[in-house]
C-alpha cells in the first residue's frame, strides 16, 4: 500500500494499481469492483463498487450514483488501489480507461479518469484524456439523497465533492482538490505590519515578547487553528504565520476576507451654462444611496460649496458635503445666488460598500423661444 503527500500525486502513477481488466472490452456490462468498509454513500457501506462499461459508477449498490460522461462506451482496462495520504487518510481508487463512444477508438474519443473515495467522505474525480469535442462527452452528474450535482470535465482537471456529513448523503461541488492537513503538531502566530507577534488569548489579540520566530516560539504560544477573523481586524497589515513539525510541503492555503472601501471622491466634468437661454437652475435631482455627500462649484472647482441652513457655506474639506435631501431642497432663489459664473461642478464622497451615484440631473431656468 502506497503513501502520497498530495493528491495530485497520486494520479502521477498507476504502479501500486490491481489489474482487474487488462484490454479487454466491456461495453455495456458492469464489474464488481471489491470496495472498503469505511466508506459510506447515502448512508450505504461501499463494500463493493460498480463500474460500468458505459462508465458510471455505483457505491455500494448496482445503480448509476455517479455518471462521468455517461453514455455509450468502450471500456478496455479497469484498475483498483487503496492507498494512504499524508499517513493518515485512506483512499480507494478507481482508474477507468478506455473510449467514450462505443466502436470509435480514436484520439478524438479518448477518455481516462480516476475516482478517489477518501475516509472522510470526499470524492475527487481526475480527468487524464477527455474527448476533444464536446458531442463526445456524456452525462456528467452526481446524485446525492436531496439533488443532482451536474458537473463538467476537462484534460488534466479535478472535480471534487466535498462531503457535508458522515454518512455519504449531501455533497457540495469544487473544481479544487480538498484540503488534507498534516497530521502533525501545527500551530499559527500572527504578525502586524510593525513586526509585532501576536497570539490569542480568551478572544482578544496578544503581542508577545519573543521576536524571534523558532519552533519553540510556535509550539509555545501558537495556536492549532486559525480564529474567527474579527479577532485580527485591529492588526494593520497583518500576517498569519504557520508552522509544523513535519517535512511535508506546507498545505495550500485561502483565506477570504470583505472590506469597506474608504471614502471615494468623484468630480463631474465642468458644466457649461454660458448659454443665453440659460437663465439659472431650477433644481437638481440625484440617483444616489442616501449616504452620498455632495458639493458645488461655480469656479471649475477652485471653492466648493453646500446650502446648509438656508445659507451658503464653504467647504474646506475634500470629504464634507451636504446630503441628497439637501441638495434636492435648494430652491431656484438660492441657486440664483451663487450660480452666476456660466459654470457649475460637482463634487461626489461616497461612503461603505453600498456607497453608489447613479446620475445628477440639473434642471435648468431656459427663456422662452
Known amino acids: 500500500m502506497a503513501d502520497y503527500v498530495m493528491i495530485e500525486d497520486i494520479f502521477e502513477s498507476t504502479d501500486y494499481m490491481q489489474i482487474l481488466r487488462d484490454n479487454s472490452l466491456n461495453d455495456d456490462g458492469t464489474d464488481t469492483v471489491a470496495g472498503v468498509d469505511w466508506f459510506k454513500f447515502r448512508e450505504t457501506v461501499a463494500a463493493n463498487f460498480y463500474v460500468s462499461g458505459n462508465t458510471w459508477i455505483g457505491m455500494g449498490q448496482n445503480s448509476e450514483q455517479l455518471k462521468i460522461s455517461r453514455r455509450d462506451a468502450d471500456l478496455l482496462t479497469l484498475r483498483r488501489e487503496e492507498g494512504t495520504l499524508l499517513t493518515?487518510?485512506?483512499?480507494?481508487?478507481?482508474?477507468?480507461?478506455?473510449?467514450?463512444?462505443?466502436?470509435?477508438?480514436?484520439?478524438?474519443?479518448?477518455?481516462?479518469?480516476?475516482?478517489?473515495?477518501?475516509?472522510?467522505?470526499?470524492?475527487?474525480?481526475?480527468?487524464?484524456?477527455?474527448?476533444?469535442?464536446?458531442?463526445?462527452?456524456?452525462?456528467?452528474?452526481?446524485?446525492?439523497?436531496?439533488?443532482?450535482?451536474?458537473?463538467t470535465i476537462a484534460k488534466d482537471s479535478i472535480v471534487s465533492f466535498l462531503h457535508q456529513d458522515d454518512m455519504g448523503n449531501e455533497y457540495e461541488l469544487s473544481y479544487e482538490p480538498p484540503v488534507f492537513l498534516d497530521p502533525y503538531n501545527r500551530r499559527y502566530l500572527f504578525k502586524d505590519g510593525a513586526g509585532t507577534f501576536y497570539t490569542i488569548t480568551d478572544d482578544e489579540l496578544t503581542p508577545i515578547e519573543d521576536t524571534e520566530l523558532t519552533a519553540s516560539v510556535f509550539e509555545t504560544y501558537g495556536l492549532p487553528d486559525l480564529p474567527d477573523g474579527n479577532v485580527l481586524i485591529g492588526l494593520k497589515n497583518p500576517t498569519i504565520l504557520y508552522w509544523h513539525d513535519s517535512a511535508n510541503k506546507f498545505p495550500d492555503m485561502k483565506l477570504d476576507y470583505k472590506g469597506v472601501p474608504k471614502p471615494q471622491v468623484l468630480y463631474s466634468e465642468n458644466i457649461d451654462m454660458s448659454h443665453y437661454t440659460i437663465l439659472g437652475i431650477e433644481k437638481v435631482t440625484c440617483d444616489c444611496d442616501e449616504k452620498c455627500l455632495f458639493s458645488v462649484s461655480f469656479d471649475d472647482g477652485g471653492t466648493w460649496f453646500g446650502y446648509v441652513n438656508n445659507n451658503w457655506v464653504k467647504f474646506t474639506e475634500e470629504t464634507s458635503g451636504m446630503s441628497k435631501a439637501a441638495i434636492e431642497a435648494v430652491s431656484s432663489d438660492a441657486w440664483a445666488e451663487k450660480a452666476i459664473t456660466g459654470m457649475i461642478k460637482y463634487r461626489f464622497v461616497l461612503s461603505g460598500a453600498d456607497g453608489y451615484i447613479a446620475n445628477v440631473i440639473t434642471d435648468f431656468l431656459n427663456t422662452e423661444e
Open 88 to 151: 493518515n487518510y485512506k483512499f480507494f481508487r478507481i482508474r477507468w480507461e478506455g473510449y467514450s463512444v462505443h466502436g470509435n477508438r480514436n484520439a478524438d474519443t479518448r477518455l481516462v479518469w480516476d475516482a478517489l473515495f477518501f475516509d472522510n467522505g470526499d470524492i475527487v474525480l481526475h480527468f487524464t484524456e477527455v474527448p476533444t469535442s464536446a458531442s463526445n462527452i456524456g452525462e456528467c452528474v452526481l446524485y446525492t439523497k436531496s439533488k443532482n450535482i451536474s458537473f
